[in-house]
């Protein structure tokens, strides 16, 4: 899935999808997004997913999330991280670059349609 039009693997579309309340921003504000990131280094998560905003990179991962101890009535009581089923990290270099070409891409389509309207 690399490359060409789509340049992320798996695993960083999950972490955009399971972070779409950063992304969006990020479309709109660019830069001042990331800039705030940056400063913010926050993060986050649960139920077997974590996020960190680093210096450079948004990173996650997301574990199997398993039953661990029971009350005695049968309901889960804890639950805790299994094995790792992907971690992914996108600098911010990426994905200002990836924001960039979407904007030109729909630029291009809107100046081709125009043309064809005409």
Sequence with gaps: ????????????VA???YRVE????FLA???YAVEGWRR????GGGHGFHYEHTKTALVGRRCEW???????DGRVRRWRDGRV???ARITYRRLLA?????ISDRARAAIEADEENS
């Design 1 to 12: 899935m690399s490359g060409g039009r789509y340049p992320f693997t798996p695993a960083e």
């Design 15 to 17: 972490l955009m999808r």
């Design 22 to 25: 950063d992304i969006g921003p």
């Design 29 to 31: 504000d660019g830069e």
């Design 40 to 43: 913010s280094e926050g993060c």
């Design 66 to 72: 398993l039953e661990d101890a029971w009350y005695p």
């Design 85 to 87: 089923l992907w971690e």
């Design 98 to 102: 990836w924001r960039e070409t979407r």
